[in-house]
């Protein structure tokens, strides 16, 4: 058991600095990171909220993600969806990890990561159904090695109703 610390830490460092690690296994972080559809966001125009997007991770996978964004590992990407302004996306605390040879905390997210998304939707955005899309581009680790950085498509429908509507914004925080 220890023997395979030591491999995983040699071989995350050697990622993290560019070095090429041949492939062992056939899973790869495409196949074990998936967006847990939620049911529409509901809010009105003129308004903001914070949406939440849930990933499921698969058994015996983690996700890295770096607490104040100095390491680049896990990034949300979304793309421009008119009316709508996204702000910064901050992820759900993990477990603090520091690798040996590092000034650096890591935080580790086994089976699910919880993404927050700022979100207002513009006076002039028209009511209506939106489909907003985006990638989480992350970086996954096993108990033996670290994978390179993989693209997540996700989707988070968006229903905009008119300023007088009275919509609750709703999020997914029951994951």
């Known amino acids: 058991m220890h023997a395979h610390l030591i491999v995983w830490v040699i071989t995350c460092l050697a990622q993290l600095f560019g070095a090429s690690v041949p492939e062992p296994s056939t899973s790869t972080p495409a196949t074990v990171v998936h967006q847990v559809r939620m049911p529409p966001v509901q809010i009105a125009l003129g308004e903001a909220t914070e949406i939440r997007i849930a990933f499921t991770i698969a058994a015996g996978y983690e996700v890295l993600t770096s607490p104040d964004d100095s390491v680049y590992l896990t990034r949300l990407e979304v793309a421009g969806a008119t009316g709508i302004t996204t702000?910064?996306?901050?992820?759900?605390?993990?477990?603090?990890?520091?690798?040996?040879?590092?000034?650096?905390?890591?935080?580790?997210?086994?089976?699910?990561?919880?993404?927050?998304?700022?979100?207002?939707?513009?006076?002039?955005?028209?009511?209506?159904?939106?489909?907003?899309?985006?990638?989480?581009?992350?970086?996954?680790?096993?108990?033996?090695?670290?994978?390179?950085?993989?693209?997540?498509?996700?989707?988070?429908?968006?229903?905009?109703?008119?300023?007088?509507?009275g919509c609750t914004p709703v999020s997914c925080s029951e994951v």
């Open 87 to 165: 702000g910064v996306a901050s992820f759900t605390q993990g477990q603090e990890v520091m690798f040996p040879g590092t000034d650096y905390e890591l935080q580790r997210h086994a089976h699910t990561l919880l993404v927050t998304l700022p979100i207002r939707i513009a006076d002039t955005a028209h009511d209506g159904p939106y489909r907003l899309r985006g990638t989480l581009h992350c970086q996954t680790i096993d108990a033996i090695r670290c994978y390179p950085v993989t693209a997540i498509p996700f989707i988070v429908d968006i229903a905009i109703g008119p300023a007088e509507c």
